[in-house]
T-cell receptor
Framework: GAVVSQHPSRVICKSGTSVKIECRSL??????MFWYRQFPKQSLMLMAT?????????EQGVEKDKFLINHASLTLSTLTVTSAHPEDSSFYIC?????????????FGPGTRLTVT | AQSVTQPDIHITVSEGASLELRCNYS??????LFWYVQSPGQGLQLLLK??????LVQGIKGFEAEFKRSQSSFNLRKPSVHWSDAAEYFC???????????FGAGTILRVKS
């Protein structure tokens, strides 16, 4: 149990276009999901906390108008990278906090590799 | 602010040898501590976690970790490494129930036969 999926796994887009990444908790409901960004050979950096039914909370330095987060249901959060540029190329990983586990343990998706050309 | 330090960027061990990955944290209260493993191009898998209680925590795949408050450490250990353990390992500290995680820089483990 406790599976989180992400779609797509890889995406290539042209500079200036927008890309949407989906994060789904498949077998549990998650009121809180998180979006991380991972640069090559670096650690994960939290971008934002996504709460179902309310606005996302962005970390300092993350442009909320560029990285739009929507958490419209208890099993789905989306990250839209608007007007993408090559510097947005990265590995994006989401996680979902499982309310049925001790400490609301986070389960991670497999990640989405975004390449902007 | 919370922070996590993994002092070793790369570690190479022989298959069958023991392993210890170091993790030090900075946090004002009782921390929630985690170890995750990431294979290339993959998401993260939880190895083990510490919230409270016994300071020696057993995880999956034969891993264990010991919480030492006096040293602000949560080192990961395995008595005998297998080639399939080659991956990147991340230590993380959380602010509590379902709250955000702060990750260390990661340690890349290479296993030589």
């Amino acid at each position: 149990g406790a599976v989180v999926s992400q779609h797509p796994s890889r995406v290539i887009c042209k500079s200036g276009t927008s890309v949407k990444i989906e994060c789904r908790s498949l077998d549990f409901q998650a009121t809180t999901m998180f979006w991380y960004r991972q640069f090559p050979k670096q650690s994960l950096m939290l971008m934002a906390t996504s709460n179902e039914g309310s606005k996302a909370t962005y970390e300092q330095g993350v442009e909320k108008d560029k990285f739009l987060i929507n958490h419209a249901s208890l099993t789905l959060s989306t990250l839209t990278v608007t007007s993408a540029h090559p510097e947005d190329s990265s590995f994006y990983i989401c996680s979902a906090a499982h309310p049925g586990t001790s400490g609301h343990e986070q389960y991670f998706g497999p990640g989405t590799r975004l390449t902007v050309t | 602010a919370q922070s996590v330090t993994q002092p070793d960027i790369h570690i190479t061990v022989s298959e069958g040898a023991s392993l210890e990955l170091r993790c030090n944290y900075s946090y004002g209260a009782t921390p929630y501590l985690f170890w995750y493993v990431q294979s290339p191009g993959q998401g993260l898998q939880l190895l083990l976690k510490y919230f409270s209680g016994d300071t020696l925590v057993q995880g999956i795949k034969g891993f264990e970790a010991e919480f030492k408050r006096s040293q602000s450490s949560f080192n990961l250990r395995k008595p005998s490494v297998h080639w399939s353990d080659a991956a990147e390992y991340f230590c993380a500290v959380g602010e509590g129930y379902g709250n955000k995680l702060v990750f260390g820089a990661g340690t890349i483990l290479r296993v030589k036969s």
